[in-house]
């Protein structure tokens, strides 16, 4: 079958039925596009490629699973963020969120942008108020993304004593963060 003359949906169809080639045809078609995507918020080109392979390959494994309620382009666009929003939460990289374009931000709508300034302010104050082996820690785990070992080698404590620093600032966080939108909490949690 000559893909390039198909459209997007017979394109999809061919893929839920198992066409290898029309699953490579769809990349060719979009992977620019959900690449660009992807750099609006992260800055790493190898994970915006990366996260741009998660999206087929998790088409490709859930092909015959999958019911489009709206066309393939704005399926795979709202893959591509999936994507991006799930590896900011288990990075759970603060300083890459803060640095998120705040267009990106403001795209969704200002009282989005205007919530995401004031979480990013709420959160500084709460790591702020944390202990401050607890901080250093934390700073080292999520800003540095540290493993526990080399945290634990830097500082000359126990890996133990890592994990417990790390699970008591989450936790707090994680109680101070109760208070904040419900939306928010996908960002970190």
Not at 45 to 52: A, D
Not at 68 to 90: A, D, H, M, P, Q
Not at 96 to 108: G, I, Q, R, T, W
Not at 154 to 177: F, P
Request: a negative charge; glycine letters at 2%.
């Amino acid at each position: 079958m000559n893909f390039s003359a198909c459209s997007d949906q017979q394109i999809f169809e061919s893929v839920c039925q198992g066409e290898e080639r029309a699953l490579q045809h769809l990349m060719h078609r979009f992977w620019q596009p959900l690449f660009k995507t992807a750099s609006i918020t992260m800055q790493d080109p190898e994970v915006c490629q990366e996260l741009v392979q998660n999206v087929f390959i998790n088409i490709w494994r859930n092909r015959e699973k999958i019911n489009l309620k709206y066309s393939i382009k704005t399926y795979l666009f709202g893959c591509i963020r999936y994507e991006v929003f799930r590896n900011v939460k288990k990075k759970m990289d603060y300083v890459e969120l803060k640095d998120l374009d705040e267009d990106y931000v403001d795209s969704f709508n200002p009282l989005l942008k205007l919530e995401y300034s004031e979480l990013l302010d709420y959160l500084d104050q709460m790591i702020n108020q944390l202990p401050d082996k607890c901080k250093e820690i934390f700073f080292l785990s999520r800003m540095e993304q540290l493993s526990h070992k080399e945290i634990a080698e830097r500082l000359n404590i126990s890996v133990k004593t890592v994990e417990n620093q790390i699970s008591i600032a989450l936790k707090r966080l994680k109680q101070g963060m109760q208070n904040m939108h419900i939306f928010f909490q996908i960002f970190f949690f």
